[in-house]
């Protein structure tokens, strides 16, 4: 089986490079980092690490995932942050247990490992209200529905629909993940970024709340 990760970036150089040498360490894995206008070595530094660049310079967190999964070859896919954040070496054991459990998608978990120096209050807490959100508008509890690692199949991914532009391309990935078939939440490791973040966390966090009900609304719209 092929493993497609997909890494977006802006200005990621100093971590861009450790997440695809160990992301590398796969068998089978094509690394597709698609860039959004970079002014430092991230590029440069991907292309060395022997992945594929995209450029796209239309900002959006959906959009760069989108270019990425459109050009995606393999069998599974997955999702990480450039930053560093996620563990990278998890991936090979995800993609086990997607096997192993026979489901469609599997959602790194950040909630169950956190600490008080990798997750904030404010994410906390906002990350909650969103969970809530997603419980009340979609009857599902989801443990962690702002993670940005995920490993899934191509096949759940190609009938997925209504995907966003912005940051909550995320949770929509896992609202449709779950209309269409099974997902699964399993606790990671969550790291303290080092670099800048490129989430502002009120004002993504209001459109995501923002989002779930266009969603819910949506998804209404197109059943038969
Ligand atoms: N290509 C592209 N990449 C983006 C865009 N916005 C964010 N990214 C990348 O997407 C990943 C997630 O963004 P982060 O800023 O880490 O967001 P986050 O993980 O929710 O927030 P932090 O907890 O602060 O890290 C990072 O690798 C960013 O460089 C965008 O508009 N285009
Ligand atoms: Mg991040």
Same mark, same amino acid.
Request: proline share 3%; no cysteine.
């Given at each position: 089986?092929?493993?497609?990760?997909?890494?977006?970036?802006?200005?990621?150089?100093?971590?861009?490079?450790?997440?695809?040498? #160990?992301?590398?360490?796969?068998?089978?894995?094509?690394?597709?980092?698609?860039?959004?206008?970079?002014?430092?070595?991230?590029?440069?530094?991907?292309?060395?690490?022997?992945?594929?660049?995209?450029?796209?310079?239309?900002?959006?967190?959906?959009?760069?995932?989108?270019?990425?999964?459109?050009?995606? #070859?393999?069998?599974?896919?997955?999702?990480?942050?450039?930053?560093?954040?996620?563990?990278?070496?998890?991936?090979?054991?995800?993609?086990?247990?997607?096997?192993?459990?026979?489901?469609?998608?599997?959602?790194?978990?950040?909630?169950?490992?956190?600490?008080?120096?990798?997750?904030?209050?404010?994410?906390?807490?906002?990350?909650?209200?969103?969970?809530?959100?997603?419980?009340?508008?979609?009857?599902?509890?989801?443990?962690?529905?702002?993670?940005?690692?995920?490993?899934? #199949?191509?096949?759940?991914?190609?009938?997925?629909?209504?995907?966003?532009?912005?940051?909550?391309?995320?949770?929509?990935?896992?609202?449709?993940?779950? *209309?269409?078939?099974?997902?699964?939440?399993?606790?990671? *490791?969550?790291?303290?970024?080092?670099?800048?973040?490129?989430?502002?966390?009120?004002?993504?966090?209001?459109?995501?709340?923002?989002?779930?009900?266009?969603?819910?609304?949506?998804?209404?719209?197109?059943?038969?």
């Amino acid at each position: 089986m092929k493993i497609s990760v997909v890494i977006p970036t802006i200005n990621e150089e100093q971590t861009i490079g450790r997440v695809i040498d #160990t992301i590398m360490e796969n068998g089978n894995v094509e690394v597709i980092v698609v860039d959004t206008s970079s002014r430092d070595r991230t590029r440069e530094i991907a292309r060395e690490k022997g992945a594929i660049v995209i450029e796209e310079p239309r900002r959006g967190y959906g959009v760069a995932y989108k270019r990425g999964f459109e050009s995606a #070859t393999g069998d599974i896919f997955v999702g990480i942050d450039g930053d560093g954040t996620y563990p990278a070496e998890a991936i090979g054991p995800l993609v086990e247990l997607l096997k192993i459990n026979q489901v469609d998608f599997i959602s790194g978990d950040r909630m169950t490992l956190r600490n008080q120096y990798n997750y904030t209050m404010l994410h906390f807490v906002g990350n909650n209200v969103l969970n809530i959100a997603i419980r009340i508008f979609f009857s599902y509890r989801i443990i962690d529905s702002q993670s940005g690692m995920w490993v899934f #199949t191509s096949d759940i991914y190609r009938k997925m629909k209504n995907l966003s532009d912005g940051m909550s391309f995320s949770q929509d990935l896992k609202i449709e993940a779950i *209309r269409i078939g099974k997902l699964i939440e399993v606790p990671i *490791r969550y790291g303290v970024r080092i670099t800048k973040p490129k989430l502002r966390a009120w004002e993504d966090g209001f459109s995501n709340l923002f989002s779930i009900f266009v969603k819910r609304v949506r998804n209404m719209a197109a059943r038969p």
